[in-house]
């Protein structure tokens, strides 16, 4: 493994906030938030994850990724409804890239170079409702458009790869969660489906797993106010998809595919006591 150390420092890293009470249940908040991110001290992400000549060759001018995050909202709970709303703008600054040197089965190493910047938009929106006689119902909802605002160039200012505008790898657009909930004396459960959409694992974006909605849910009963019976179901239908892109490292092109299955279905059941 490689030895050595390499610095990641910043002494100014402002944050702030402000809220605007609209009366009774509701509020406006924004906030701005700047930081810097410490490099990965892992051996499999991260500058230490090469051999010591490439260690050496970038631990002098490899810069730590930071960002400038602005956030703008709402937040609404009258003690039956509780739901947010907001957008948000991420501008990355000297952003990580790693890329693949070859087949992660022999132990190729990753090569780690700053690549520019990268710009985050986006919208998210989440609630849940107490819908009475024990019911609850939750919800969800992200979308985010990541794209590099830079091509990538060697030293030399030949081009590496041209990935300005490209939506940034493992980045998926959407993102959908809802779950209903009932609890009511002894009996208790839930169902619940999260959806992610296509994901990119090549930085040119000619290749992607394709999205997925995962079913899970609980079923459980108390028995005594000590004892509980619980059974849980996780990816239910037995859904096939991919669950990691990216485990070796992210191709610039090509399918190079170092993915990742998600675990089947499954069932779990769990007797619970207090003493």
Do not use: C
């Not at 810069?63 to 609404?76: F, V």
């Not at 089965?105 to 009475?132: C, H, M, T, W, Y």
Request: glycine fraction near 12%; aromatic fraction near 12%; proline fraction near 3%.
């Amino acid at each position: 493994f490689p030895q050595g150390k390499i610095a990641a420092e910043d002494w100014f890293q402002p944050h702030a906030g402000a809220t605007l009470k609209l009366g009774g249940n509701g509020e406006l908040f924004a906030g701005f938030t700047q930081a810097t991110r410490a490099f990965a001290s892992a051996t499999t992400t991260g500058p230490f994850s090469t051999t010591q000549a490439g260690f050496d060759a970038i631990k002098g001018s490899l810069k730590p990724e930071s960002s400038d995050t602005y956030e703008l909202g709402a937040r609404y709970n009258d003690g039956r409804f509780n739901g947010v709303i907001g957008v948000y703008l991420v501008n990355f600054h000297n952003r990580l890239l790693s890329a693949a040197s070859g087949s992660s089965i022999v132990g190729s190493p990753s090569v780690l170079q700053n690549v520019g910047a990268v710009r985050s938009v986006g919208f998210e929106a989440a609630g849940d409702i107490k819908l009475g006689a024990g019911f609850s119902l939750f919800a969800s909802y992200s979308y985010t458009d990541a794209t590099y605002q830079n091509d990538v160039y060697n030293v030399s200012g030949v081009l590496l790869a041209a990935i300005k505008g490209k939506t940034v790898v493992d980045s998926p657009r959407h993102l959908l969660r809802g779950e209903l909930s009932y609890d009511s004396g002894p009996l208790f459960g839930r169902i619940g489906v999260n959806y992610m959409s296509e994901r990119f694992f090549t930085y040119t974006n000619d290749k992607s797993v394709p999205g997925r909605a995962l079913v899970d849910a609980t079923l459980g009963y108390r028995v005594t106010d000590g004892i509980e019976v619980q059974l849980n179901a996780n990816n239910l239908f037995d859904k096939q998809y991919v669950a990691t892109v990216g485990s070796g490292g992210f191709g610039n092109s090509g399918d190079r595919q170092t993915l990742l299955v998600g675990a089947p279905q499954q069932f779990f059941l769990t007797l619970k006591t207090e003493f």
